[in-house]
């Protein structure tokens, strides 16, 4: 296993220089997610990822490390199935074991903090489980528990040259860049965002200008 020391890899963060390879030793606490290379996952890693329960996991240990128990207790889910994920994780470098602590009743525990290598990754095609989307499927497990009105959600259609609709998505991936890069605040209350950007269905192109309801164009 190939390790780097805390502090160097503070730096590198700080110095904003993608770490690579995983998986490496204890991550600072409280740096925000880590920087990566964007790179296309590999088969070890998309296969660590098609599970919405995975991912779900990592959005757990992100913002402080946890336990295999506090994670199995977050997602109400028991400590024994969940340790299987947990491992997974830690084999591909997407979670990192943190210092052993000790627990309420004087035992040794070992935590969990999520590397942040997962946002850093492209999974193309491996993105989709059957006909499912994983991160859509992700994010209805995530909001199905959440009390009325805590949902800010909004919906817009809207119709642009292939150019403009790219250089508008574009600017949705910069913003989500530059909030992961933000220091991760302790005191700080733990939000999420859910993009999706998709094409409608049903609704058919505009007619070429000049063009009668109806009536087909000539070319």
Same mark, same amino acid.
């Given at each position: 296993?190939?390790?780097?020391?805390?502090?160097?890899?503070?730096?590198?963060?700080?110095?904003?220089?993608?770490?690579?390879?995983?998986?490496?030793?204890?991550?600072?606490?409280?740096?925000?997610? $880590?920087?990566?290379? @964007?790179? =296309?996952?590999?088969?070890? &890693?998309?296969?660590? %990822? *098609? #599970?919405?329960?995975?991912?779900?996991?990592?959005?757990?240990?992100?913002?402080?490390?946890?336990?295999?128990?506090?994670?199995?207790?977050?997602?109400?889910?028991?400590?024994?199935?969940?340790?299987?994920?947990?491992?997974?994780?830690?084999?591909?470098?997407?979670?990192?074991? $943190?210092?052993?602590? @000790?627990? =309420?009743?004087?035992?040794? &525990?070992?935590?969990? %903090? *999520? #590397?942040?290598?997962?946002?850093?990754?492209?999974?193309?095609?491996?993105?989709?489980?059957?006909?499912?989307?994983?991160?859509?499927?992700?994010?209805?497990?995530?909001?199905?528990?959440?009390?009325?009105?805590?949902?800010?959600?909004?919906?817009?259609?809207?119709?642009?040259?292939?150019?403009?609709?790219?250089?508008?998505?574009?600017?949705?991936?910069?913003?989500?860049?530059?909030?992961?890069?933000?220091?991760?605040?302790?005191?700080?209350?733990?939000?999420?965002?859910?993009?999706?950007?998709?094409?409608?269905?049903?609704?058919?192109?505009?007619?070429?200008?000049?063009?009668?309801?109806?009536?087909?164009?000539?070319?």
């Amino acid at each position: 296993m190939l390790l780097m020391d805390p502090v160097a890899a503070a730096r590198a963060a700080a110095d904003d220089v993608p770490l690579e390879p995983p998986p490496y030793g204890p991550l600072p606490v409280g740096t925000g997610r $880590q920087r990566w290379a @964007r790179r =296309q996952a590999d088969e070890a &890693e998309a296969k660590a %990822l *098609a #599970s919405p329960l995975r991912l779900r996991i990592l959005r757990v240990a992100l913002h402080q490390p946890r336990t295999n128990k506090e994670i199995a207790e977050a997602l109400g889910r028991n400590p024994a199935s969940v340790l299987h994920h947990v491992r997974t994780l830690v084999d591909t470098g997407f979670l990192v074991e $943190q210092p052993r602590r @000790r627990g =309420q009743r004087g035992s040794r &525990e070992l935590p969990y %903090l *999520a #590397s942040g290598k997962s946002f850093c990754l492209e999974m193309g095609e491996e993105r989709h489980a059957g006909e499912r989307d994983l991160l859509l499927a992700t994010f209805l497990e995530e909001v199905a528990g959440l009390p009325p009105g805590a949902l800010d959600s909004t919906r817009l259609g809207f119709r642009l040259p292939t150019a403009e609709r790219e250089r508008v998505q574009q600017r949705f991936h910069d913003l989500l860049e530059e909030i992961a890069a933000l220091p991760s605040d302790p005191e700080g209350e733990p939000w999420s965002i859910y993009l999706g950007i998709h094409p409608e269905v049903g609704v058919q192109p505009a007619a070429p200008s000049g063009a009668r309801p109806g009536v087909p164009s000539r070319s």
